[in-house]
């Protein structure tokens, strides 16, 4: 097996590398974990994972800016329909558009926006940075193994949301005042709005689940 993390200058990459390496250490798989920015190694992969920090037109920017790297994540994510897996902005990338720093268009390829946190009470400090408990909406195979009654734990840092058109596009919610989106999924599709790299034995099931999934 052979997974590519995209590297367009964004994002903690080792930090994810290592993560994945681990989870297939503890879970008995084989996988070849490699850092790339070179299109045609999507093409070699058997699964991609996008991370992302920063802001939401800088990521995309920064992406775009690699010659054949938009066409060639559309050819293998969307028309060849290989397992993806967006960390936090690379979460945030698929969305129709975000506005951060103005309107900027995304991947749409999960209809919705990224949009700042509306925390309820408002005096609730920006970003949500933290630990945080997670609550399971609907089933996934990335959430296996993984408890629904807000007894797991993840890592967040953001200042902006996602809000899918179908909320049905939410698999699990962390509360900040409000819910939050913090895991997606739709087809061969997926993102978490927290680090699974710095979420400890939650972050790293999700991962082992993210190098067996076969959508």
């Given at each position: 097996m052979r997974v590519a993390v995209i590297d367009y200058g964004s994002g903690n990459l080792r930090s994810a590398q290592k993560a994945l390496q681990r989870a297939a250490a503890e879970?008995?798989?084989?996988?070849?974990?490699?850092?790339?920015?070179?299109?045609?190694?999507l093409r070699r992969s058997d699964s991609i994972v996008l991370p992302g920090v920063g802001a939401f037109k800088e990521c995309r920017d920064g992406l775009y800016a690699i010659a054949g790297?938009?066409?060639?994540?559309?050819?293998?994510?969307r028309s060849r329909a290989k397992p993806f897996l967006g960390i936090c902005v690379g979460m945030q990338l698929m969305a129709s558009k975000g506005f951060e720093f103005g309107e900027t268009s995304g991947f749409d390829w999960i209809r919705g926006v990224v949009r700042p946190i509306r925390p309820e009470p408002p005096t609730l400090?920006?970003?949500?940075?933290?630990?945080?408990?997670l609550e399971l909406s609907r089933p996934h195979a990335l959430l296996r193994g993984l408890a629904s009654d807000g007894s797991v734990h993840a890592y967040f840092v953001h200042s902006f949301e996602f809000v899918p058109d179908?909320?049905?596009?939410?698999?699990?919610?962390?509360?900040?005042?409000?819910?939050?989106?913090?895991?997606?999924?739709?087809?061969?599709?997926?993102?978490?709005?927290?680090?699974?790299?710095?979420?400890?034995?939650?972050g790293l099931t999700l991962l082992a689940n993210f190098l067996e999934w076969r959508p």
């Open positions: 879970r008995g798989l084989s996988a070849e974990i490699f850092i790339t920015s070179d299109p045609a190694d790297m938009r066409e060639s994540l559309v050819e293998e994510v400090k920006i970003p949500h940075m933290g630990w945080n408990s179908d909320a049905a596009a939410v698999c699990a919610t962390a509360s900040y005042g409000a819910p939050i989106a913090a895991f997606i999924a739709e087809a061969n599709m997926a993102g978490t709005q927290f680090h699974p790299e710095k979420s400890q034995a939650t």
